[in-house]
């Protein structure tokens, strides 16, 4: 038995396109700079995956090769993406950045402040309400928030269903 540990084209093409997504996000980044994170990383993950189709169409791979290539740019795309939005808009990094910029002990008062670029302590709670406002899930009736109807609560039953299935806290 002979064992090839050389990936065929199209596995080496996914893997090329692996490689490809941070790098057009760093491209990006800079010049021509796309300012908006989420935008930038769709259009980085579009321009990959589509250079992977082009490749794919290409080599015409078997359906092995074809499969293994998707589930291999798939996840590549999924891990890229879990640390875009760490670096992007990770909460508890921003919090932690915001320590570091001031370089010295601070209140929780005075990092607060820091946190938010000098808003006030309601900032917290704003900005991240401007999140579920931006993603549809929250909306304002009268002066108070409630839960949009389909889009709020299918997430937060499907919130709620994972945590239970991974045993975590309601």
């Not at 915001?98 to 000098?118: P, Q």
């Not at 401007?130 to 039953?157: I, P, Q, S």
């Not at 919130?159 to 299935?165: K, Q």
Request: glycine share 8%; proline share 4%.
């Amino acid at each position: 038995m002979v064992i090839d540990f050389v990936p065929s084209a199209a596995i080496a093409s996914s893997l090329a396109a692996s490689v490809l997504l941070p790098g057009v996000l760093l491209v990006f980044s800079h010049r021509p700079r796309i300012a908006a994170p989420g935008r930038r990383f769709v259009i980085a993950t579009t321009l990959a995956w589509a250079g992977w189709v082009a490749a794919m169409i290409a080599i015409e791979p078997g359906w092995v090769d074809l499969l293994s290539g998707t589930l291999l740019l798939a996840t590549a795309t999924l891990a890229g993406f879990t640390l875009w939005t760490l670096i992007a808009w990770g909460f508890t990094l921003s919090m932690l950045l915001a320590l570091h910029r001031s370089e010295k002990a601070l209140s929780v008062e005075k990092w607060a402040l820091a946190y938010t670029r000098g808003w006030p302590f309601a900032a917290f709670g704003r900005d991240r309400l401007g999140v579920l406002f931006a993603l549809g899930l929250v909306e304002a009736h009268d002066g108070r928030l409630v839960m949009t109807a389909v889009r709020g609560r299918l997430f937060a039953k499907a919130a709620i269903g994972l945590r239970a299935l991974f045993g975590l806290p309601r």
